[in-house]
């Protein structure tokens, strides 16, 4: 293992942390920003709704763009978009200029995912053994140190400018310092140019929708169960179970504990036991998890369905971008045609997040909310039905027979 593999390694999880962290202090401070902005009831599932979409506009772009440009690069510069845009939200001064910087967020975001994961991706194939959970790890790290923050904002009754500020003087030159030794795929880093700024093997980035299809799907039934604890975990616990206003906020916080010492172990178990075996073993635990809350007698049990969510949810969607990496690169061959597929894939990101929420709260306002939870139970199952499609080939990662990892990346950004 070389310095410049780990030093990309490192810097990519503190893109995914500094991601976390940001993404986290925008969700959840809506509520503040409705009132600051003066958004009606009416107007608010517009705004909201925009941001995903906007970033899956994003990540098809990214997908284009790639064909020409490092993803490297587009990490490097996406990420302080999101972090001055998150900024413009706190410290905007009308409803247009709301609009604008969401505008500039939700593209950005999703480029940013988009990238980060196609370096993800290329690492892990570097490494030559399963790491993408680590950097999903990083990950919800961020969004529980971002939810954190969020809180003492709120207990505080800071301005929103105020609680945003110190976080982006922080993340966003730490963010550009990081991107020096991000790697691609080819061997090239954010500060390396091929000839005439094309990829090798771009061309051929084109592996069919239908190939990617089931993992498609494991992505949008993976964001469906995760947008419904995010949403929804509060209002059932309250609602349904009737516990406290103040023990309500408790499982959104449990579940993303557990996402984040799922995600920390998950590689070794994928190094140990198989892409294939987790991922079935992940969906049958989310979806006991969901069928737990919904017959739940009481509160207390109900946060136990929720701890079941996270450690069940967590491996699902790294393993997606892992396994459409491989995918391609087997399809089509070089980091073009994974770059691509991972843009494709992420799309299902968004989808799954706008259908979620809304799916629950009209089956819970038409049925019932205990009912509603068995939705998103069955949709997760389906994942075992197509677990076949994360397995790897035998002289791949995570497939049982690790390769060496002294894997040779080229020369990073650094000159190393």
């Known amino acids: 293992m070389t310095d410049v593999l780990r030093r990309g390694r490192v810097s990519l999880a503190f893109g995914f942390f500094a991601q976390g962290v940001a993404f986290a202090l925008l969700v959840t401070r809506i509520p503040a920003v409705q009132d600051r902005y003066g958004v009606s009831d009416a107007l608010l599932p517009v705004f909201l709704a925009a941001v995903p979409i906007l970033a899956g506009v994003g990540s098809v772009v990214t997908g284009r763009l790639v064909r020409r440009v490092r993803p490297s690069r ?6 302080p978009v999101v972090l001055l845009a998150l900024l413009g939200v706190g410290a905007g001064d009308g409803v247009a200029a709301l609009a604008v910087a969401l ?13 980060m994961n196609m370096l993800g991706v290329s690492l892990q194939r570097a ?26 904002g709120a207990h505080w009754d800071l301005a929103l400018w105020v609680s945003y500020l110190p976080v982006v003087v922080v993340l966003l030159p730490l963010a550009l310092v990081g991107s020096r030794w991000y790697l691609d795929g080819d061997g090239g880093g954010a500060g390396e140019v091929g000839a005439g700024g094309s990829r090798k093997a771009a061309e051929g980035a084109g592996v069919g929708f239908k190939v990617l299809l089931p993992l498609c799907l494991v992505m949008t039934f993976a ?11 509060a209002k059932y616990l309250q609602d349904v179970l009737g516990s406290s206003e103040q023990l309500a906020t408790v499982p959104y916080n449990v579940y993303m504990v557990t996402t984040l010492v799922g995600r920390a172990v998950g590689d070794f178990g994928v190094r140990r036991f198989g892409a294939v075996a987790v991922v079935r073993g992940g969906a049958v635990v989310a979806a006991g998890g969901f069928a737990v809350v919904a017959g739940a007698p009481g509160a207390w049990v109900g946060m136990l ?7 069940g949810l967590c491996v699902l969607v790294p393993q997606t971008f892992a396994a459409a990496g491989r995918l391609a690169e087997e399809r089509d061959g070089g980091p073009g045609a994974s770059d691509a597929a991972v843009a494709r894939l992420n799309v299902f990101n968004y989808v799954g997040f706008l259908i979620g929420s809304p799916l629950v709260g009209a089956l819970g306002d038409a049925w019932s909310y205990r009912g509603a939870m068995l ?5 997760v199952l389906v994942t075992v039905v197509y677990a076949r499609s994360f397995e790897a080939q035998p002289d791949r990662y995570g497939g049982g027979h690790e390769r060496p990892r002294t894997a040779d990346v080229g020369r990073g950004s650094n000159g190393l």
């Open 74 to 79: 587009l990490l490097r510069w996406s990420q």
């Open 103 to 115: 505008g500039f967020f939700g593209l950005a975001v999703g480029a940013l995912d988009a990238s």
């Open 127 to 152: 490494y030559g053994r399963s790491i993408m959970l680590g950097f999903h790890a990083a990950y919800s790290l961020g969004g529980i140190l971002g939810a954190s923050l969020a809180w003492a």
């Open 223 to 233: 964001y469906i169960g995760d947008s419904t604890v995010s949403n929804w975990s």
């Open 305 to 311: 369905g929720f701890t079941l969510l996270g450690l």
């Open 375 to 379: 939705v998103p139970m069955v949709l």
